[in-house]
């Protein structure tokens, strides 16, 4: 990836770089600054980060504000990078990238679920009926499975695939349980702290044996909260609003 050669590549890694998602103290204005100051992996998962931010839909369904699932799935990825790097077990390269496509299946639904929206506030804020069980009835598969169909599709590893695909019930996962307990972690942990998470209702039944899932007691997991870059606080408005997913 030659991001110097691409005009628009080169313009978002910079953007990002200089955002408050990553806090760097010095401004940064090339790409060599950026290596400098990021290191080659970070830079290149930020790198991979901004190639990706097109496929996310700008606002409308999902996204009720500008970016509002690009900035959830880049501020998951950071997240599960450093729940992976302090509890370990899991590369922080691939908890990183699970982090970034576990919500793809909302990419696929977004684009039907404008007529729906009404019905899904109301039935969540009213009733508090979860996200995947609107989507089911609606659509009659919710964003894990759309997203499963289309890591299929993409031929993407099994353990990205039970990421993205079981990331709402990691138990049906079949090649890595740990990697989807730990994105459900990422969302529960998301929706626990962060203002106007709490719309998608996580079922926090069974907290502690999916934290023993992945070697996290419950002392582990207010722990686990510390880990919340504080870079998201300062997001949080960016945010997408059926969250968690």
Request: net charge negative; with cysteine.
């Amino acid at each position: 990836m030659e991001v110097s050669k691409d005009q628009v590549l080169c313009a978002k890694v910079l953007r990002m770089c200089n955002s408050v998602f990553f806090g760097l103290k010095k401004r940064v204005d090339s790409i060599d600054r950026a290596i400098i100051l990021l290191g080659d992996k970070r830079f290149l998962r930020l790198a991979v980060s901004a190639s990706l931010e097109d496929i996310f839909p700008e606002r409308g369904g999902y996204s009720l504000c500008k970016g509002g699932i690009y900035y959830h799935a880049v501020g998951m990825a950071m997240l599960l990078e450093k729940l992976a790097k302090s509890y370990g077990g899991i590369s922080t390269g691939i908890a990183y990238t699970a982090g970034l496509l576990h919500d793809i299946g909302k990419v696929v639904l977004d684009q039907f679920l404008g007529p729906f929206l009404p019905l899904f506030y109301r039935r969540m804020n009213g009733e508090g009926t979860a996200l995947v069980r609107l989507e089911k009835d609606s659509f009659g598969f919710d964003h894990g499975e759309a997203g499963l169909r289309l890591a299929e599709q993409w031929k993407l590893p099994g353990n990205l695939r039970d990421a993205i695909g079981h990331h709402h019930s990691p138990e049906k996962a079949e090649e890595a349980r740990d990697l989807a307990e730990l994105v459900y972690l990422g969302e529960l942990i998301s929706s626990k702290v962060l203002p106007g998470n709490d719309l998608e209702h996580l079922d926090k039944g069974g907290l502690e044996r999916r934290l023993k899932a992945i070697g996290i007691d419950q002392d582990g997991f207010s722990r686990a909260i510390d880990l919340v870059p504080d870079e998201l606080f300062q997001t949080q408005g960016l945010e997408s609003v059926p969250n968690g997913g």
